[in-house]
């Protein structure tokens, strides 16, 4: 009879056991289901934003804008990106990084030359402080077609805008 019980006993615990074992086999796919799902997700959510960006690099540049390109910076070779419906050039020259942005028809509408971040007004690395935008990457001074002079300074948010005289204007999210 001791022998029937322990019997008894040993198939009952061996059928918790199996029963366990499949309960956890039975989930542990449904995890790595959820998983790759999980990963899918992510990764189209990811594409997308890539995708949604603005700035398109390698663009087919209207022969009016590379020729008014040409005319004002000769024998120079730029890369040009399109954003919101205009063209942007950007090269090197004298060592600096430049850009230039053109309308569809050709017309320049602002230049941008890199300069130093000490060469922005004094009062712009105070304002950045103040409001903790973070460190100055780099600066730049922009030059509008109607001859008005912004500064940028490029910190963790954005591109910070600068008037002459160091006023804020506006930050561009980036």
Not at 65 to 87: L, M, S
Request: hydrophobic share 40%; net charge positive; with cysteine.
């Amino acid at each position: 009879m001791l022998i029937s019980i322990n019997f008894y006993l040993s198939k009952k615990i061996q059928d918790l056991f199996r029963m366990s074992t499949e309960f956890y086999n039975i989930n542990l796919k449904k995890c790595k289901m959820k998983m790759t799902i999980l990963a899918l997700v992510f990764a189209t959510g990811f594409s997308t934003v890539a995708l949604a960006q603005e700035k398109k690099e390698n663009v087919k540049v209207p022969s009016v804008v590379e020729q008014a390109f040409q005319r004002q910076h000769p024998n120079i070779k730029a890369k040009w990106e399109k954003e919101d419906g205009k063209y942007e050039a950007g090269f090197k020259q004298n060592g600096k990084k430049m850009s230039v942005l053109y309308t569809a028809a050709g017309t320049l509408e602002e230049s941008e030359v890199e300069i130093a971040t000490d060469q922005l007004p004094a009062s712009v690395p105070q304002y950045i402080t103040q409001h903790k935008l973070g460190p100055i990457k780099e600066a730049a001074k922009i030059t509008k077609a109607n001859g008005t002079v912004l500064y940028e300074a490029e910190v963790k948010s954005g591109d910070a805008l600068f008037d002459v005289k160091g006023n804020f204007v506006t930050l561009k999210k980036d």
